[in-house]
């Protein structure tokens, strides 16, 4: 009885860049548990590459043109929940890193990453794990570990505000708020742009992170 060949990874590479997806297939294409299932250039094309070929982790950069990268992460969340997205960036900028894992990223790497790093962060998002390049894990645990200014605005939050605060923690729409706290869409709106100016901050992914980080998500 013949022992049977464990599946390997599909994997689909979106960069704008030719150069940079070309070093990346001649790489992987070479490991025994990777398979390059497609390519795209900008994050709509990938999601029509993705549609039809279903990756289980997609390699994404975050800025290129059409659709960036964090926008095409939060539409693959939507449309393709069962794969893993990997951010991939030249930058680490605390904005761009907290929007892309807000949008669903599984894990955010840098472009200097070694080819063994993006190969094993390919295996540990199908894994289910968060990869992290070390430099952006030191970001994030620097940010929770900020300490909290006492003027920070939360102080000035209603208890009503504070519910909204949660939800966006949860990642809820405008829409979803409304129905969870009986009000209308609008009135969540209103809410949201009143939380924004108190606390102020810029917008609705920096509001979930400081929830998480006040312990109110």
Sequence with gaps: MTEQTPARIRVMLVDDHVVVRSGLRAFLELLPD?????EAGDGSEALAVGRRVAPDV???DLLMPRMD?????????????????????????????????????????????????VAAAI?????GNM???????????????????????????TDRERDVVRLLGRGLSNKEIATELFI??????TYVSNILGKLGLASRTQVALWAVEHHLA
């Design 34 to 38: 990777i398979e390059i299932v497609g």
């Design 69 to 117: 990268g964090i926008t095409a992460i939060a539409r693959f969340r939507e449309e393709l929940p069962e794969t893993e997205v990997v951010a991939m960036t030249s930058f680490i900028e605390e904005e761009k890193v907290t929007a892309a894992l807000e949008a669903g990223a599984a894990g955010y790497l840098l472009k200097d990453a070694t080819a063994d790093e």
């Design 131 to 157: 990869p992290l390049d070390p430099a952006v894990a030191r970001l994030l645990a620097a940010r929770i570990r900020r300490p909290k200014d006492e003027s920070d605005g939360s102080e000035q939050l």
């Design 184 to 189: 209308t869409e609008r009135t969540a709106r």
């Design 123 to 127: 295996r540990s998002a199908y894994e």
């Design 58 to 60: 997609v390699l994404m």
